[in-house]
């Protein structure tokens, strides 16, 4: 019993970080090209700041302030 005690929190935190992985990464000039995911995907960053430091979310927010300086 104790043992199960001590396992099911290690299981909640595994579980919490999967589900926190949800998006797929990809790089800048993906998300420059793919104007819908990039629109969707920059609100979703700057609402949370644990996602806006992903590598994801950082290619997303380089990616939509160089289409909004320079253009595609």
């Known amino acids: 019993m104790k043992k199960t005690l001590l396992l099911f929190p ?3 935190v595994a579980a919490c970080n999967q589900a926190s992985s949800v998006h ?3 790089t800048k ?3 420059i090209q793919h104007d819908t995911e990039r629109l969707a ?3 979703e960053c700057k609402n949370d700041a644990a996602q806006m430091v992903t590598p ?3 290619n997303a927010v ?3 302030q160089q289409v909004t ?4």
Request: charged share 25%.
């Open 69 to 72: 300086v320079l253009g595609k």
């Open 41 to 43: 995907r920059v609100p």
């Open 56 to 58: 994801d979310c950082q």
């Open 62 to 64: 380089a990616a939509q």
């Open 24 to 26: 797929s990464e990809h």
């Open 29 to 31: 000039d993906w998300y």
């Open 10 to 12: 290690l299981i909640v």
